[in-house]
């Protein structure tokens, strides 16, 4: 949505209206994933995209059909011999696009779901629900269900996705909504300012738009001169940094110095925390050895089984740049919902530091 907003607030200074359409089911081969975007001003000038041009045209008219009645209403596309020539997607997918007047409950600030209705009573309402709990808006039936659907949505937005909430039993029927989310900037923590968290640190800026933050207690290995992309660098001992600086859901944990005396405490506390991903390089025997001593320290199994070590998919990495894309990919996964659980005892990854 932030791509689209310079042109939508361009349109609104010249006193134009505008409509936001939404991918909000997509089915096969589908060219764009539901949460997808484009946005139409009442001229029919667009930007964003949700078929990669299979539909666009078909969607902007609709569009301006939506700002002048000023009413939202859900479109489907799919395949058929006669669609094929006129208004299909030839990728032979099905998509559902609702689109709906842009307004000021369209979110800005992070971290926010919001929530609107796209198929049953009150069609187009919508709530705004933050990740601590409080939600402004309504979907307008009554406050049970709001803030029923505001725990749904924080839910999405704690893992980072878009998303569809289906309710047969709602008070006034059968109601589908659409969860577009607005998480915080993905995070990557990296505990040790190693050779392999220095191609981490770049690789994680270039490749993956992530913000990095890099913490060692060793002077000497953290430096803007070593890291010259972190965002942030605190030469302070990791127990100390997490005091100040609780982990979120969109935090992704690297823990690299390859020390017990540095690395437990970091893991201790990131494995209690909310992080998305937490992982930790070294052998197997070392994983081990890990496990037993946070477990005497008092985490639980649940906590310590949420370890990823050695970390980085195995794919043969031997130096610390083959080593930071083996753990980048991991994160990755992660983050887009791809990565199955952890195993204790898997191929190892190359320990370099």
């Known amino acids: 949505m932030k791509e689209l907003l310079p042109d939508i607030e361009r349109w609104r200074e010249a006193g134009k209206k505008v409509a936001v359409a939404t991918v909000v089911q997509a089915y096969g081969s589908a060219p764009r994933r539901p949460g997808a975007k484009m946005a139409i001003s009442e001229d029919g000038e667009f930007v964003g995209s949700v078929s990669g041009g299979c539909v666009e045209n078909d969607v902007v008219e609709h569009a301006r059909q939506v700002i002048e009645e000023d009413h939202p209403r859900l479109v489907p596309y799919g395949i058929s011999d006669e669609m094929a020539f006129n208004v299909g997607l030839a990728c032979g997918g099905q998509i559902e696009v609702f689109i709906q007047p842009f307004g000021k409950a369209f979110p800005t600030e992070k971290p926010v779901a919001f929530a609107y209705v796209v198929d049953g009573p009150e069609q187009g309402s919508g709530l705004l629900a933050w990740e601590f709990g409080k939600h402004r808006g309504s979907v307008g039936q009554g406050d049970a269900f709001d803030d029923r659907v505001a725990r749904d949505a924080i839910g999405l937005l704690r893992d980072g996705r878009a998303g569809q909430l289906r309710y047969e039993d709602a008070p006034q029927g059968p109601t589908r909504l659409f969860v577009d989310t607005y998480p915080s900037q993905a995070t990557i923590v990296i505990f040790g300012g190693v050779h392999t968290g220095v191609a981490l640190a770049q690789l994680a800026k270039d490749v993956g738009g992530f913000r990095v933050v890099v913490v060692d207690a060793r002077g000497a290995w953290a430096t803007p001169a070593r890291f010259p992309t972190a965002d942030e660098i605190h030469v302070m001992h990791a127990d100390d940094y997490l005091k100040g600086h609780p982990l979120t859901?969109?935090?992704?944990?690297?823990?690299?110095?390859?020390?017990?005396?540095?690395?437990?405490?970091?893991?201790?506390?990131?494995?209690?925390?909310?992080?998305?991903?937490?992982?930790?390089?070294?052998?197997?025997?070392t994983q081990r050895e890990r496990r037993e001593r946070l477990k005497a320290a008092g985490l639980t199994d649940e906590q310590v089984a949420r370890l990823y070590g050695p970390v980085g998919l195995d794919i043969g990495a031997q130096s610390p740049e083959e080593i930071g894309v083996a753990i980048l990919a991991q994160i990755l996964a992660a983050k887009n919902g791809k990565l199955p659980q952890p195993v204790a005892e898997r191929p190892r990854v190359a320990a370099a530091v």
Request: no cysteine; charged share 20%; glycine share 8%.
């Open 249 to 285: 859901s969109q935090s992704y944990v690297a823990v690299l110095s390859h020390d017990p005396k540095l690395d437990d405490p970091a893991l201790f506390g990131a494995l209690q925390s909310d992080a998305r991903f937490v992982g930790a390089i070294g052998s197997p025997k």
